[in-house]
T-cell receptor, first 111, second 115 residues
Framework: RKEVEQDPGPFNVPEGATVAFNCTYS??????FFWYRQDCRKEPKLLMS???SGNEDGRFTAQLNRASQYISLLIRDSKLSDSATYLC????????????FGTGTRLKVLA | GAGVSQTPSNKVTEKGKYVELRCDPI?????LYWYRQSLGQGPEFLIY????????DSGLPNDRFFAVRPEGSVSTLKIQRTERGDSAVYLC?????????????FGPGTRLTVL
């Protein structure tokens, strides 16, 4: 079992739709959580950090459930430009800045 | 300002050869990371440096892989006796470092192909 697991997709959704991705992590000592976005054949870029209280950035909402060890990302009013792979990232634990990436979930927003 | 740069952008080599991959981080970033990404997978952690020292090298797959950062800036990932399974995109990232989680800025990667 991978330490950070994501459904690889692809998720094909029409423009304007709301789509949600989940990610589970196995190490209960994990400290910090993030979503990165990676466009095809490009480098990953930070989308947002994920806080215990949940956080929102425009059309994007991230949630963390420590008890169940999962992280979610909700995208509202999908745009064509949201088409990308979304990577769930977890910092393994205190005393290290080792970041573990999930496989990524591929999103295609269709016109 | 300048982002993270990596050279070469592409490297084709033969099985058994030695390769060096270079990363120039963002100026002032003390933390530097190396990852490897295969097709359809997320980046796989290899090693990270805080300053000149390797703070965590637990992701290096075996002793054919080695990385240095002698002056706390540029880093070189060295792979000896390359194997076909080493073919991947090697990504470098840098961040401010220190205490706390700081955003990692990635370079464009080096695509390594071992024939």
């Amino acid at each position: 079992r991978k330490e950070v697991e994501q459904d690889p997709g692809p998720f094909n959704v029409p423009e304007g739709a709301t789509v949600a991705f989940n990610c589970t992590y196995s190490n209960s000592a994990s400290q910090s959580f993030f979503w990165y976005r990676q466009d095809c054949r490009k480098e990953p870029k930070l989308l947002m950090s994920v806080y215990s209280s949940g956080n929102e950035d425009g059309r994007f909402t991230a949630q963390l459930n420590r008890a169940s060890q999962y992280i979610s990302l909700l995208i509202r009013d999908s745009k064509l430009s949201d088409s990308a792979t979304y990577l769930c990232v977890v910092r393994r634990g205190s005393g290290t800045y080792k970041y573990i990436f999930g496989t990524g979930t591929r999103l295609k927003v269709l016109a | 300002g300048a982002g993270v740069s990596q050279t070469p952008s592409n490297k084709v080599t033969e099985k058994g050869k030695y390769v060096e991959l270079r990363c120039d981080p963002i100026s002032g970033h003390t933390a530097l990371y190396w990852y490897r990404q295969s097709l359809g997978q997320g980046p796989e952690f290899l090693i990270y440096f805080q300053g000149t020292g390797a703070a965590d090298d637990s992701g290096l797959p075996n002793d054919r892989f080695f990385a240095v950062r002698p002056e706390g800036s540029v880093s070189t990932l060295k792979i000896q006796r390359t194997e076909r399974g080493d073919s991947a995109v090697y990504l470098c990232a840098s961040s401010l470092g220190g205490v706390g989680d700081n955003e990692q800025f990635f370079g464009p990667g080096t695509r390594l192909t071992v024939l």
